[in-house]
């Protein structure tokens, strides 16, 4: 039987205490359902002891972040004197096939994974910047995945579309997401032999990196509306922030997202149930 699954997932979950409080909200009186947890983060204690009890069911990922803020084994190709990440995906993309540096990199990631794994039960994996999406460093990741009982891997397949807003689609931004998308297409169209090769699970479609920085109920619908597959799962994700003062900026418009009713009308009005890794 044909079946559209939908997940909306909060990246950066732990990387601060407005992350967290959106994580809180927008699974308690919103449709977010899932949210990567990054193991480094500096509210990532709060996140494990705050917020989780208090989102019983919410599906939960180790956000693998080699990208920004400090390494918790201090491995030096990766990390400046102070032990900060200081490396661009551009250099992971030039030197993911270097044993030294997929050695640091595992092992900077099973740090990550078991500190996470130590505290809560993990249901996916993905990576902050995509990094992970570079295939020599997936094909570490998915067996990292298999290794650790981790059944899902995000990938990145995201469908063309434009959402009806001319100040984003004219946007420096815009063009540079789409970049991406494609980068990142052409990554997921070799890592999807990877996920079959370690019998993983993942999403079908990706919807969030044509409108990063960008992302509201718009873009999202529209994003849905693209898909035609009538059996498929669908990951969105964000990266929502909700502050203790009046702030209003592009991750406070995707916390907003996740209380919005009548998006989540619409997606149930699409074909979609709304679920996570955790309950597939």
């Known amino acids: 039987m044909n079946k559209r699954q939908f997940i909306l997932n909060a990246d950066d979950f732990g990387m601060s205490s407005d992350f967290n409080r959106a994580v809180l909200d927008g699974y308690n009186y919103g449709f977010l359902t899932s949210a990567s947890i990054c193991a480094n983060g500096t509210a990532f204690d709060s996140a494990v ?4 009890p208090e989102c019983q069911n919410l599906g939960l990922g180790v956000h693998l ?9 201090h491995v030096d190709c990766l990390t400046d004197n102070h ?37 809560a039960k993990i249901d996916h ?24 009982g981790i059944p899902y891997i995000r990938t990145q397949y995201e469908e063309f579309y434009v959402a009806p807003n001319a100040k984003k689609n004219y ?52 994003g849905l509306k693209a898909l035609e597959d009538t059996n498929c799962t669908v990951e ?16 406070f418009s995707e916390f907003q997202l996740t209380q919005d009713k009548i998006l989540k009308d619409t997606i149930f009005r699409l074909g979609f149930e709304i679920t996570n890794c955790k309950n597939l």
Request: with cysteine; aromatic share 10%; hydrophobic share 40%.
């Open 83 to 119: 032990s900060n990440f200081n490396k661009g995906y551009l250099w992971f993309i030039l030197n993911s096939s270097k044993k030294e540096v997929l050695n640091a990199i595992e092992k900077e990631f099973r740090a990550q994974i078991e500190k996470v794994q130590s505290v």
């Open 125 to 148: 994996i993905d990576s902050h910047v995509h990094v992970h999406a570079i295939p020599a460093i997936f094909r570490l990741t998915a067996k990292l995945a298999k290794e650790y």
């Open 236 to 251: 969105c994700l964000i990266h929502p922030c909700k502050y203790t003062s009046l702030k209003s900026d592009s991750h």
């Open 171 to 222: 946007s420096p931004a815009f063009f540079i997401n789409i970049v991406k998308v494609n980068l990142l297409n052409m990554f997921t169209a070799k890592n999807k032999n990877t996920v079959k090769e370690f019998g993983l699970k993942s999403n079908d479609y990706l919807i969030g990196v044509g409108y990063t920085g960008m992302m509201d109920s718009m873009t999202l619908e529209y």
């Open 49 to 52: 002891n705050e917020i989780l």
């Open 65 to 73: 972040n080699i990208i920004e803020g400090k390494s918790l084994t």
